[in-house]
């Protein structure tokens, strides 16, 4: 049973428009989320996080919106950039020490010139 | 320069020949853990560690094994590879159980 999910494989948006990505989780008990970004061959780099507390994070083009009461959470880039063009990993964090990330399966953005 | 680095970065095998994929991080991190990154399933942890000779499994660990001798070094070893363990690899770690986790490069395996 996945507990992490992205539902869109893939998003295409235009240069300079916004992309939002979505993301949903089943397990309440997660308390901390990280969004993950991907070029092929190189490992996944990290690029925001929220945790349960917050329902917002900002890092300049990029913002975190947490939605807890709907287990949802989405990551807002804006203006979308062709660098951009990457698979995005959204991540849980269970609660306690172990600190053990669940993955979803990953959206690829494509940004168009 | 603070880094994950994995070796090898590409590797075809056969079937039941053991071999093992070095992680090394020089970051004085106390957490490291292995995934492996499937087309259509994401990213899954494979094992992870809170620090030196503390390990535990992650949600796929059947067919691995992981030592944790040093701080720096957590290598995964396959001792019978088979072809379902082709895959890639990815090695991460962090200051503690609870951040942000920095990844290496990943390691593409083939077993046939």
């Known amino acids: 049973d996945q507990q992490v999910k992205q539902n869109s494989p893939s998003l295409s948006v235009q240069e300079g428009r916004i992309s939002i990505l979505n993301c949903d989780y089943t397990?309440?008990?997660?308390?901390?989320f990280l969004w993950y970004k991907k070029y092929p061959a190189e490992g996944p780099t990290f690029l925001i996080s929220?945790?349960?507390?917050?329902d917002k994070n900002e890092d300049g083009r990029f913002t975190v919106f947490l939605n807890k009461s709907a287990k949802h959470l989405s990551l807002h880039i804006v203006p979308s950039q062709p660098g951009d063009s990457a698979v995005y990993f959204c991540a849980a964090r269970g609660g306690g020490s172990q600190g053990n990330l669940i993955f979803g399966k990953g959206t690829k953005l494509s940004v168009k010139p | 320069e603070a880094q994950v680095t994995q070796n090898p970065r590409y590797l075809i095998t056969v079937t039941g020949k053991k071999l093992t994929v070095t992680c090394s991080q020089n970051?004085?991190?106390?957490?490291m853990s292995w995934y492996r990154q499937d087309p259509g399933l994401g990213l899954r942890q494979i094992y992870y560690?809170?620090?030196?000779?503390?390990?535990d499994k992650g949600d796929v660990p059947e067919g691995y094994k992981v030592s944790r001798k040093e701080k720096r070094n957590f290598p995964l070893i396959l001792e019978s590879p088979s072809p379902n363990q082709t895959s890639l690899y990815f090695c991460a770690s962090s200051f503690e159980g609870r951040g942000r986790q920095y990844f290496g490069p990943g390691t593409r395996l083939t077993v046939t």
């Open positions: 397990n309440s008990m997660f308390d901390y």
């Open positions: 560690s809170m620090n030196v000779e503390v390990t």
């Open positions: 970051m004085n991190h106390e957490y």
């Open positions: 929220i945790s349960s507390i917050k």
